[in-house]
Structures are given as C-alpha cells and as structure tokens.
C-alpha cells in the first residue's frame, strides 16, 4: 500500500510540475478578472513580501473568509498562551483577505496562499521555515503536505471536514492511496463532527491523531469583533426600531427568486414591511439590485450611500464583513445557501450567537451537523423549512406574532450557548498537547 501510495503522489507531483506553466497562465487570467490580487499575486507562487521574523513560526492556512474567521480565535488564544510564537496566515481568496486583514491580531503576518506546486510550496517553505503547518476543513493539498513533513514540520487538521461527495472521491481507488498517505503525516486531526470523524478513520486516518470531534465555528461568534464597520449602527437601529424587519444572508445566485416570492407575499399582509438582503457574492449583488431597480421596488442600497426611507421595503446589503452586525439589528435571519440542491449551506451559529429567529432550507450541506445539534437541544432554536410555501408560512407567524418571534429567539441563543461552550478550550488542548509542547522553542 505504501509503495503505490508513493508512486500516486509522484504522479501527481510530476503532473503539477508539468502544468506548471499553463497554471501561471491561469492565475494571470484570474489576476485580469479581478480574482486574484492585482499586485500580490507572487505571493500564490511562494514569493513573499513580508520580512519573516526571527523566532519559532506558525503557519496557518484556511481557503476563505469563512474558514479564516475559524482560525482567528485559536490564533488569538496562541498568541496570549504562546506570545514567543510568531503567526503566519494565508488565505486563497481575494475575498477572505479584504475582510480578515481587517481582523486578524496587528502580528499576525498574512500572505496569499502558495499553489500546490512544487516550486512554489517549496519556495514558500523554505522561506518561512514554519514548525507547524495548521490546516483548516478541507485544504489537503498533496505538495503542500508531502513536502511540510519531508522537512520535519508538524502537520494538524483543525475543523476537519470530509463531506460525503468528498469522501466518496477519496475512497475511489485511484485517490484512496494518496489520501491515506497525506493523512498519516498527521500529528492532529480534529473532525468538525463525529460523522466527519468517522470518515476520516474509514480513509485509514492514523486513529491516534483523530480527536474527538470541535466545530470552530462556534467558537467564530464568540470571538470580540469591533462594530466600527458599521459606522451608522446607531442610525440604522432607530431606523428599524418601527419596522417589521427580516433578513436574508448570504443568498447566492438562483435563491432571489425564492426570497423575492416571499417578500411579495408578505408585503400583502404586513405594509410596513422591510426585507433586508445580504447577498453571499457582493458581485452578484450588482445583479439583484439591476433586477429590482427595473422591478420598480423602493430600494436602499449599502454601501453606495443610498437611505432607508419610511417607503423603503428592501435593503440590499451588498458589502463584505458586516454580516454579523446586521444579524445583532435583525430579529430573524433566513441562512441562504440552503434553498438550492447544489449549494451546502452556510453557518447559522453566528445568526443563533446574535439572537435572531434563524431559519434554513432544506439543502444545509456541510453545516446539516450543525442543524441537528441545534435541534436536538431546543426543537425551537432551528426552523428548517422544506419547500418555499412553508418559508412564508414561517416568516408569516414570526412577524406576525410577537410571543413566538420572542421564543425563538431565546431558543436559538440558549442552544448557541450550550454548543460553543468549550469549543476553544478542547481545540486548544489538544492543538497544544500534539503540536505546541513538541516544537523547540
């Protein structure tokens, strides 16, 4: 097993060296479209452009924004249990970078993740020379892991995630021996829930190194985040405080139509309704402000300026990073990404953390453990609807009934409690008994 497992992944390092030059290709063609960073695009080849400091280095690496936010809090619980430490974080996404570089800790280095090329982690390895490469979810990159632990660099999974389609590609018999050799060069795998677990020890995950199960993301609402973003809160609040208001979050492209069929419906029965929508993509947003421009509604838009108007019934949100303290101003929150069958969710525990009544389609994905959890806890903290009819109904009763509005909202923050209580206290542990009392300070 282990001889073809080495064989696979110098196939796979062999394929990466010769595709090389038509990768660069494409990261020049993203960089054209605005995909990747305009002038920090060396960085995607391991050229840095930070200094690196003297002393014992962190490196942590998560894809985007959402996988980001769940490393801040273990970054920021290292930097006060370990401050000798020095912290380096990348992200993939252009995205992820804008809203992150405003939150992580002033020393903590951020750069752009280096491509699973082998020049590229090479370069990036060399010169960061971290004692520990921390990966968040899913980022299991074979050039990236083969060479850390070629170097003697510690390796751990935080928030490890192993959805059933990828689980399924793993275990297909070209990629079961890669995947088996990546996941033993492993000192710490820590599954966001005990399904993942599960799946990770079937991929022949060494069963020593996969700890029991802490979701992150929990610990995401927790973490102190400035409300400076929001420099109108104040205004915004009062502006509400006479309104019937909901919102949609990250809604993506195909889930409008759903969120615009409710808004109509509801307006008929509640005049003074506001419908606020923050769009998962703000350049998709561009398109459902166009829509409803030419649909005659009376909009406002954030951020180009426009005002809520006591006429004023949606509100398009069409910003990055201010999601959180628009879930502190609205009573309920419908969590987009669930409405369609090829989306996988999105996290709802930062909505429950805030207090509002949350609500979800039927397609919640990779945060359906979440889901389950919430509601095995209180029946009341999570409405998971299964079609758009029962959406409206839903919406309907909290808007229309105060007591019940009042209870779900209690429901979802006490159940939000409960399951984020000692999140980051297990990670920690167990990230400083595998990893941190092994390095040589």
Known sequence: MRKRSNTIYKLYKTLTTTLSPLIHL?????????????????????????????GTLLYFHAVSLGEGMAAIPVIRRCLIERPELNILMTTTTVSGFEVLKNLLPPAVIYQFAPLDLPAAVDAFLSYWKP???????????????????????????????????????????????????MLSKFS???????????????????????????????????????????KDVEDLRLQLR??????????????????????????????????VIVPRHPEHGEEIIQRLTNEGFDIAVRPDGSKLTSTTNIYV?????????????????????????TLAGHNISEAMASGCAVLTGPHTGHFSHMVSAMQRLNALSVLQVSNESELIKALHQLLSDPVVLEARRLAAKQAFSAMSSGVLAHVWIQLDRFILRRLSV
Request: glycine residues 4%; aromatic residues 8%; hydrophobic residues 50%.
């Open 242 to 275: 006479h309104r019937l208001a909901w919102m949609a979050s990250s809604i993506h492209v195909g889930e409008y139509e759903v969120i615009l069929r409710a808004h109509k419906e509801l307006l008929q029965s509640h005049k003074n309704l506001l419908t």
């Open 317 to 341: 949100v069409n910003t990055l990073g201010e999601l959180r303290e628009f879930y502190r101003l609205m009573p309920i929150a419908v969590v987009g990404g669930s409405f369609l069958p």
């Open 188 to 230: 710490l795998i820590l599954p966001l829930s005990t399904i993942e677990a599960i799946r990770f020890q079937l991929l022949q995950a060494p069963p020593f190194v996969v700890s029991a199960a802490a979701d992150l993301k929990y610990a995401v609402a927790e973490c102190a985040m400035s409300m400076n973003s929001l």
């Open 26 to 54: 494409h990261l020049r063609w993203r960089i054209f479209r605005g995909l990747d960073h305009p002038s920090r695009w060396p960085e995607r080849l391991g050229h840095p452009s930070s200094p690196r400091p003297s």
């Open 131 to 181: 004692s520990a490469v921390i990966l968040l979810e899913n980022e299991l990159w074979p050039n990236l892991i083969m060479s850390a632990s070629n170097n003697k660099i510690f390796l751990a999974l935080l928030n490890a995630r192993m959805s059933e389609k990828s689980f399924r590609r793993w275990s297909a018999p070209a990629a079961l021996p890669l995947i088996t050799l």
